[in-house]
């Protein structure tokens, strides 16, 4: 265990000290060389489809040997509309306002101080996740457009399908001529990786979990970096008194339907009173013809 412990200590700190350099780089990477980047990943993830659902199909199969709930499939589970949807998902941040160097607030005081605020990358960013494959290419688009490199550390469920597409990642980036090194996928699924991830306190800036309450317990109970944390799921559709009711169906049903078995999925939907009387009735009726549950009391 001891030797296990100082092999993936070294690893993560490696990757972390090249995920420092390439930060580096990419903070000073103009905006059109990052949206180009992203928008030559989202070619390449569609050019590796192949190769992705190849490597999907590796991690369906461990994962009914090893008697996985059917949801927990679902949400493993990557096909060519899932893959073309994350390419999609990858140009439309790519589409975003530019964030690095956009000024927030300026003031100016009357000694002529001029006082700005302006959006700078943090740095590295580190995201241990559970296993949605899709969270692979969210994040790193997420992070690519802010100016950030990231550590990206999937859950061994989705591992071989998490290192295609971080390939596919990596040839977008090398496409652009940016650093491969802005996103590099954790190589390995031993659990000695995380801790040693977490103690890589010079080399990164944040880190972000993402999945059940006891994944974000143990991050921050470990972790030597500050972390960015949720706890509970709990996720809400707001429909405000002015909102349009036949949109607000629709958003709902997607909330919830679409993908019932992911973090994600809608679990409450608060209504404003002043529209209850016009919407309740009928979302009730659309949910309980598609199977959904609803419980709520009288009021309306």
Known sequence: MGALASNAAQEMAAIARRARVASR?????AEADRVAALAAI???????????????????????????????????????????????????????????????????RENGLEIARMRIPLGVVAMIFESRPNVTTDAAALCLKSGNAVILRGGKEAFCSSRALGR???????????S?????????????????????DEDIDVVIPRGGEGLIRFVTEHSRIP??????GVCHVFV??????????????????????????????????ACAQALVPRLVTRLGALGVEVR???TV
């Open 240 to 273: 405000d008194a002015a909102a349009d009711l036949d949109m607000a169906m629709a958003i709902i049903e997607n909330a919830k339907v679409s993908r019932p078995g992911v973090c994600n999925a809608a679990e409450t939907v608060l209504i404003h009173r």
């Open 25 to 29: 780089s990419l903070a000073r990477a």
């Open 180 to 200: 491969a090194d802005a996103v590099q996928v954790v190589p390995v699924t031993d659990r000695a990786a995380i801790p040693a991830l977490l103690a890589c």
């Open 168 to 178: 596919a990642v990596a040839a977008g980036l090398a496409a652009a001529g940016l």
């Open 296 to 298: 709520g009391d009288d």
């Open 227 to 232: 972390v960015l944390k949720h706890y509970k």
């Open 42 to 108: 989202a070619g390449q993830l569609r050019a590796s489809e192949a190769d992705i659902l190849a490597a999907n199909a590796e991690d369906l199969q461990a994962a009914r040997g090893a008697g996985l709930a059917p949801a927990m499939i679902d949400r493993l589970t990557l096909t060519g509309p899932r893959i073309a949807a994350m390419a999609e998902a990858v140009e439309e941040i790519a589409t975003m306002p530019a964030l690095v160097g956009r000024i927030e607030h300026a003031a100016h």
